[in-house]
């Protein structure tokens, strides 16, 4: 069975930094590009990072470029989300997301940046 299992989420005061991590197991995660999303209350996922199969590529929402770090372990059938100087409005749950052909979600993580 597919699972994807988000971690590393929790409290952290603005301009501080967390780093998430997503492992996968049940599929051929190099073939597999991987996204982390992300939805606040109230408000529509998007997408926050991607990253190809091979790590070669990656793209990032205009609100996190230069900060956030999107990076994968194909050893480790992880893919991580180093998020620096976080704001109030990165809080949100996240998620990270399998696509090829087919998509699989995580079930999320809670990230909350507040004083």
């Known amino acids: 069975q597919v699972q994807l299992m988000e971690s590393g989420g929790g409290l952290v005061q603005p301009g501080g930094s967390l780093r998430l991590s997503c492992a996968a197991s049940?599929?051929?995660?190099?073939?597999?590009?991987m996204s982390w999303y992300r939805q606040a209350p109230g408000k529509e996922r998007e997408l926050v990072a991607s990253?190809?199969?091979?790590?070669?590529?990656?793209n990032y929402a205009a609100s996190v470029k230069g900060r956030f770090t999107i990076s994968r372990d194909n050893a480790k059938n992880t893919v991580y989300l180093q998020m620096n100087s976080l704001k109030p409005e990165d809080t949100a749950v996240y998620y990270c997301?399998?696509?090829?052909?087919?998509?699989?979600w995580g079930q999320g993580t809670q990230v909350t940046v507040s004083s």
């Open positions: 997301k399998a696509v090829r052909f087919s998509s699989y």
């Open positions: 049940a599929f051929t995660f190099t073939l597999y590009a």
């Open positions: 990253i190809t199969g091979n790590g070669r590529s990656t």
